[in-house]
């Protein structure tokens, strides 16, 4: 397996990955190449720029999430079907879990797809410094593949000569940059997405002129060869055996792709529905699927939906919630705008405060539709919703005594967002528990 491969990442966030991997996407994309964009960490926002531009789903490449081998084959079956692999890099290129970031970095997963590494530098007040910089960055860990660098926001074509003189000075590659463009806006969980905000393909094309394209690919082309190792993640394929219904609007959109296919691969049908305008489930399925999203933007039509939320009151068959689903299970959610009445399965009502966020290692402390107790699951917490603790909690953390999440009957809740490919016997039980006995 030798596919080509470049990761793009950056000294911090902010930095412009996202705005220089589209440029790069709708560029390559011109010349007829079938572009894969991946994203490095558990990030649902970049994705959908990423998606929308290249006609395919970008997927998600995570060192804490999957060892080495299975987190090989993740990115194989993700490039079936593409010319080029392109990922985007997660924060600065070493911040990860732990302080030497070889734990869920843009390094780890450099080092680990044997890929060559362009960092993208925000140069609009830099000049010689640029050098130092990329130096720092290239001898930090000489196991890294450091192909160069893309300054961004650069304000003329004088400007970018000062930063190629002074890399090329010291031995490291200019490979182009990009002018200032318009900022992809943000709101608190990251950057609004694709279906909100996007940048126009042609105001990308033209900035795309700026960066050694040809060069670029070469190096994506070098890449070596990458193991097949025995990995841990299913390969038969079952055929249709029951229905979920998956929450898909502007409410609710957070799913990891690989979660997805993994249900389906297991027989799961996913119907998509929308709480915000639908007034039923779909007919017929047998489980449900609330993903995570932002609630609290549409805290009000979602309380109007009466009809919906009362369908899922009574909805008798398993039902899987993570983060907003949570908080639209609640009882309400208390916004600036007033207190709103949701679903009304999991007591307490759902306030906004400060940012959580981090990994989450967990066990299961019962048996459920998706797990057996002791079941370890891996994932990650990202909001600023909060709701008082449960009495009947699904998960105890590994690191401290704290536990997590709802479990009432068939109704699982959690603030976690689980990557299931780290635990695919989870989507097997699902569906094999939950859905075939109702086919």
Not at 159 to 171: D, T, V, Y
Not at 370 to 380: E, I, P, S, T, V
């Amino acid at each position: 397996m030798r596919p080509p491969r470049l990761l793009l990442s950056s000294p911090h966030s902010s930095s412009g990955k996202t705005t220089v991997a589209l440029a790069l996407i709708a560029a390559w994309r011109q010349r007829g190449l079938q572009i894969q964009p991946f994203k490095v960490g558990p990030d649902y926002l970049d994705p959908t720029h990423l998606t929308a531009l290249s006609g395919r789903p970008a997927r998600n490449l995570d060192g804490f999430f999957l060892e080495e081998a299975e987190l090989l084959e993740i990115f194989r079956r993700g490039m079936r079907g593409a010319q080029l692999a392109l990922i985007e890099g997660v924060m600065g290129l070493y911040d990860g879990k732990d302080p030497q970031g070889t734990i869920g970095s843009t390094a780890q997963i450099a080092k680990l797809l044997k890929t060559p590494v362009v960092l993208v530098v925000e140069a609009s007040a830099m000049a010689g410094s640029i050098a130092a910089l990329a130096r720092g960055f290239r001898d930090q860990d000489p196991e890294l593949l450091f192909a160069g660098v893309i300054a961004n926001r650069v304000g003329s074509a004088g400007h970018a000569e000062l930063l190629r003189s002074a890399l090329e000075a010291n031995g490291i590659p200019f490979l182009g940059y990009l002018p200032e463009l318009p900022r992809l806006p943000e709101r608190h969980l990251g950057l609004l997405p694709a279906s909100e905000r996007s940048l126009d393909p042609t105001t990308l094309l033209q900035a795309a002129q700026y960066l050694q394209l040809d060069a670029l690919e070469k190096i994506a082309q070098s890449a070596s060869p990458l193991p097949t190792l025995p990995h841990k993640l299913p390969e038969e394929r079952f055929p249709p055996r029951g229905q979920i219904a998956i929450a898909q609007d502007p409410a609710f959109f957070f799913y990891y792709p690989d979660n997805l296919e993994l249900l389906e691969q297991m027989g799961a049908e996913l119907v998509p529905f929308s709480p915000l305008e639908d007034p039923l489930l779909p007919p017929g399925v047998s489980g449900v699927y609330l993903g995570g999203g932002y609630p609290e933007l549409y805290a009000r039509e979602l309380a109007q939906n009466i009809p919906l939320k009362e369908a899922l009151r009574q909805f008798p068959g398993p039902i899987y919630a993570e983060c907003g689903g949570l908080i639209y299970l609640s009882q309400a959610l208390r916004t600036s705008e007033g207190e709103f009445p949701m679903v009304g399965r999991i007591p307490g009502i759902t306030t906004l405060e400060t940012l959580v966020i981090g990994y989450r290692e967990v066990v299961a402390l019962r048996d459920f539709p998706l797990a057996l107790k002791g079941w370890h699951f891996k994932g990650h917490e990202f909001h600023i919703a909060r709701l008082p603790s449960f009495p009947t909690p699904a998960w105890q953390r590994l690191e401290g005594l704290e536990t997590e999440g709802f479990i009432e009957g068939q109704l699982l809740a959690s603030f976690i967002h689980l990557y299931l490919p780290a635990t695919p016997q989870a989507a097997r039980r699902w569906v094999q528990t939950s859905l075939c006995r109702n086919s």
